[in-house]
């Protein structure tokens, strides 16, 4: 379909397919999200399934857990931008109903599970904590429910499982754990 080369780069071991993969899907994304905001008349369905393909194609296709840093951080950010269009350009967060059940349930849960895995480097999980802060911003921006009780206690378990962290040293458990905290706070004193 329209993301099929960003898949097949994504389905690669090698690190920078894997990037390229991601930028490419964001730069197809964008280029009918152009479009999208341009045209006098908006079909708001086909741009929040295209939105939706480009997401799965960057959260589904290529392993977030056993992939290196370099590929996950670029997958991240590419997911993270979008998120951030989503939510800071009015064009686009009319887009937003459509896509709440993927964004806020499918996703939330995947990326909780990337962070719950310690086979996963903490650089990894570090980049997937960012992007989840920048979904619970988008998901306060809609004014949305929160996470569930549920979510909140498995990421208070992951933090503990971290363990450590008093000796001031910034080291990948300390980025992780800044993020997971961020996480917390955000639906804590959502605002």
Known sequence: MFFEKCRQRLRKGDRFEKSDGAKETFDLWYGEARKFAQAEVRDEKRMAKITEEAMRVLLDTADLISSDSYAVRSITEEFGKLLSIL???????????????????????????????????????????????????????????????????????????????????????SLLRKELLQILCSVAFRT
Do not use: A, W
Request: aromatic share 6%; charged share 30%; glycine share 6%.
């Open 87 to 173: 939510r800071t350009k009015s064009k686009f967060s009319i887009l937003v109903p459509y896509l709440k059940d993927f964004l806020f349930s499918y996703t939330m849960e995947k990326f909780i599970k990337i962070l719950s895995v310690s086979r996963c480097s903490k650089d990894s999980r570090t980049c997937v904590g960012k992007t989840m802060n920048e979904l619970l911003r988008l998901q306060h921006s809609v004014d949305s429910d929160t996470l569930s009780r549920d979510h909140i206690v498995r990421i208070v378990k992951i933090l503990s499982d971290l363990g450590g962290g008093g000796d001031g040293i910034v080291d990948d458990s």
